[in-house]
């Protein structure tokens, strides 16, 4: 049986992921959040409580925190009405830094490359063309 229900908390999380980025990209109007993405969701057992990881380029932690509780019972009204849960979990955001810290070590390295004068601007608008197609 706790396989069967962890395989449900699975998939719950993963429809609550998705749901949480049609929502963020095309219902919320705060433009602190619409960059935002939603890189994981967790859930509790019981469903109640979702762990919401959230990654975003060039903003301050602090800005996007105030605004997420500002629009935290709007995100909760809508993520609800796209459910069929007897509970609507109560949202937990929290920042996942992953992506930003990967820039800034890219970027880190370029400096040292450039440094060592192992990397020349042509090294670096071929990279741009293979990360922006």
């Known amino acids: 049986m706790a396989d069967g229900s962890s395989g449900r908390v699975e998939r719950v999380a993963e429809l609550i992921k ?76 929290e920042m996942d830094r992953g992506p930003q810290q990967l820039m800034e070590m890219t970027q880190r390295l370029r400096k040292l490359r450039i440094e060592d004068g192992r990397e020349d601007s042509q090294d670096e608008s071929d990279e741009e063309s293979r990360l922006n197609p």
């Open 18 to 93: 998705r749901e949480l980025a049609d929502i963020f990209q095309r219902k919320i109007k705060d433009p602190r959040l619409q960059e935002s993405v939603v890189s994981q969701a967790r859930l509790s057992s019981d469903l109640r409580v979702a762990w919401i990881s959230l990654s975003h380029y060039d903003a301050d932690e602090e800005t996007i925190r105030a605004a997420l509780e500002k629009a935290k019972g709007f995100i909760r009204r809508e993520l609800s009405a796209r459910l069929s849960l007897r509970h609507s979990p109560e949202l937990r955001f």
